[in-house]
């Protein structure tokens, strides 16, 4: 069983950045496909970007690409999202997730173990 923190969210003007953290523990964490989620009121959850055990490997939604930066620490069983330039439209509450597979799917059914979020706004 693997448990999931996420940290960092906030508000933030547009065109800002920010930085979410997640921290894993109880599980083995470098045998994860660690992925980040979000979702915006009255909309379903969607993929943000996904990273693979290693971190050589990296897949991104084409609305965060060029934005967005995933990347992962295995030996502080971190996972992190570097958010620049920030739009009204990235509000959402971000998820981090983590999945036993190795493909870096972009689909959160495929997920096995998930954070409770943090909350991203963006004023315009």
């Known amino acids: 069983q693997v448990q999931l923190v996420e940290s960092g969210g906030g508000l933030v003007q547009a065109g800002g950045s920010l930085r979410l953290s997640c921290a894993a523990s109880g599980g083995t964490f470098i045998r994860y496909t660690m992925g980040w989620f979000r979702q915006a009121p009255g909309k379903e959850r969607e993929f943000v970007a996904a990273v693979s055990w290693s971190g050589g490997n990296t897949n991104y939604a084409d609305s965060v690409k060029g934005r967005f930066t995933i990347s992962r620490d295995n030996a502080k069983n971190m996972v992190y999202l570097q958010m620049n330039r920030l739009k009204p439209e990235d509000t959402a509450v971000y998820y981090c997730?983590?999945?036993?597979?190795?493909?870096?799917?972009?689909?959160?059914?495929?997920?096995?173990?998930w954070g409770q979020g943090t909350q991203v706004t963006v004023s315009s």
């Open positions: 997730a983590a999945d036993r597979r190795i493909a870096l799917t972009p689909w959160a059914s495929a997920y096995d173990y």
